[in-house]
Nanobody
Framework: QVHLVESGGGVVQPGGSLTLSCAAS???????????MNWYRQAPGGQREFVAA????????IYGDSVKSRFTITRDNAKNEMYLQMNSREYGDKGVYYC?????????WGKGTLITVSS
């Protein structure tokens, strides 16, 4: 079972920047580079929303419409880590951010890190 831990959350001001990290461990038959990785978020009282995804090699990525051109997803397969750089933060960016690792039909989730946007 892949173990994922998100970090980097906190209170940010509108327009500010922040980078989240997702550290992966617990690999047995496969390595970190065998998993596509995703970021999702969930605002208080809301549904989980897709934020971004990155391929196993890190050579391609896609974004949700609400974060496109503001967020950047990257990964470092040598460190077993994934990142989400968030620029031009908006109030709508608040919530718990989760990372997930996908291989085939199996998806593992972290417990999330909280982002609060406040002036």
């Amino acid at each position: 079972q892949v173990h994922l831990v998100e970090s980097g959350g906190g209170v940010v001001q509108p327009g500010g920047s922040l980078t989240l990290s997702c550290a992966a461990s617990g690999f047995t038959d496969f390595t970190f580079s065998d998993y596509a990785m995703n970021w999702y978020r969930q605002a208080p009282g809301g549904q989980r929303e897709f934020v971004a995804a990155i391929t196993r090699a890190g050579d391609n990525s896609i974004y949700g419409d609400s974060v496109k051109s503001r967020f950047t997803i990257t990964r470092d397969n040598a460190k077993n880590e994934m990142y989400l750089q968030m620029n031009s933060r908006e109030y709508g960016d608040k919530g718990v951010y989760y990372c997930s690792a996908v291989r085939g039909t199996r998806e593992s989730w972290g417990k999330g890190t909280l982002i609060t946007v406040s002036s």
